[in-house]
């Protein structure tokens, strides 16, 4: 009996794939993580959609080993001896290429946590991307049992914050971002413009990522363009 | 009526989502992408799992915005006032985490032509990364027509070839490499090992790829044990 890490994609109960579904169809206990993300839908809506017999499966939101917490208990259940199978899905490392950058050229990705008075480390992901002419996805923190979340603004904000500290020009007013939220479902936003266009744009609800886009082959210059 | 751009995901025909087989069904037209990977299944698997309505459907191996090529489609369609429904789905950008290399860290990819006589961004790509300390996927080209594809023992000679030529030691017969082949199909398999190693290993029937691993964290060197 294996253990099942399913990934469930980006939006709605209808983003599991063919496989994904009938390998929860076959197993008693279903685990679903949400703290790392959120769902365009309820639970309830993924419990209607599945049926149960007796394995466990591991839900998660995106691709399941995108996130690094995962990988973990999947490697412990390997070291046990535990066969373990893998329903791979959408994840928001790929699926930033619907911005028109290409998925290619971007660096390390990097996450702004909700707490991040003294913290500097998205900061220098940014400057060592920006280096080599990546592409810099910043993945914004949130915590559904509080319902507080960091949007595009407030991630601008703190890297406007971080930047009066180091001074070391790598972000400003003027640089070009792209804003995204809810990338994958139907009400997904995209908007490219200056940190200070941006500021004002109201990306409504979560979740929430920020680009900062390094060296724009023209291609990309011109998708940017229809989002901006 | 909009275009649909759907993601197939990495290995069957059931990896597409409820979503995309809903869209695939509502369409008339469906034109499958198959020279920048391979699935496996037969196309006829794929159409017998879909039935036909008043549409086009383009269907992308992976995430249909992973690879350039469909992107230019999509915005060329958006100019033109095309509605566009875009379905995403796993792509080799965040499966390659069943690795255990963290998603996060990964820098730039790059890929490996087939014709690579006079070809050194890779290597440069390579290089870049390793100053970061970030991974270097490499995807390995292929001619499905032809039925050429580059194995990740190409893939290591070709490495091994420009450093003889360049000599920055980037790499060497000692860098540790991760080959993998078939990522998200059952017949999956992952190595770790030096690239000496590695290069007398037969991964199999396409499609390939390589990952030169950045700065390792000890949760992704335990990993990478348990693949050696």
Known sequence: MPLYFIGLGLSNEKDISINGLEAVKKCDIVYLENYTSILNCKKEDLEKLYAKAKNVAFLVIGDPFAATTHIDLFLRAKKEGIKCNVVHNASIASAVGITGLQVYKFGKITSIPLENENIETPYDVLKGNLSLGSHTLFLLDLNPDEEKFMSVNDAIRYLLKVELKR??????????????????????????????????FNFGKPVHCLIVPGKLHFMEEGALELYS
Do not use: M, W, Y
């Not at 007013?173 to 490219?192: F, H, N, W």
């Open 167 to 200: 001074n070391e020009r790598i972000f400003s007013e003027k640089t070009l971002c792209v804003g995204c939220a809810r990338i994958g479902s139907e009400s997904q936003v995209i908007k490219a413009g200056s940190a200070k266009d941006l500021l004002k």
